[in-house]
């Protein structure tokens, strides 16, 4: 049986199609996408200034393959990945991923896991 092992810092909801609910705790590992923020700049009528857009660089704190296991990451994550492990899944929150939402709208469980 494969393993799931949850690299964001949240516990992840898994709903099976039947309804049950599997709980992924987080494992202490949280995979990262390294960010450098662009330039401030102040802009009037602005309380605060603006930054300019980030640039992305590596993914930290992955781990790396091992037989059996899959690591679940943030969509950013694996956005960053470009499909380049196909051990590492990412939550499906996307509009035809039928993800669990509370009335705020925030994702309660999912119901699948996505490649990159």
Request: charged content about 15%; hydrophobic content about 40%; some cysteine.
């Amino acid at each position: 049986m494969n393993q799931l092992v949850n690299c964001t810092p949240h516990a992840l909801t898994l709903r099976a199609p039947d309804g049950t609910d599997t709980i992924l705790p987080p494992s202490g590992m949280v995979a990262r996408v390294s960010s450098t923020p662009g330039a401030l700049a102040t802009v009037e009528g602005l309380p605060v200034p603006v930054a300019g857009a980030q640039t992305f660089g590596a993914v930290e704190g992955l781990p790396a393959p091992v037989a059996g296991t899959f690591f679940v990451v943030s969509a950013l994550v694996l956005g960053a990945l470009k499909g380049s492990r196909p051990d590492v899944l990412g939550p499906g929150t996307g509009p035809n991923d039928n993800a669990v939402r509370n009335d705020k709208g925030q994702v309660t469980a999912v119901t699948r896991l996505v490649r990159g």
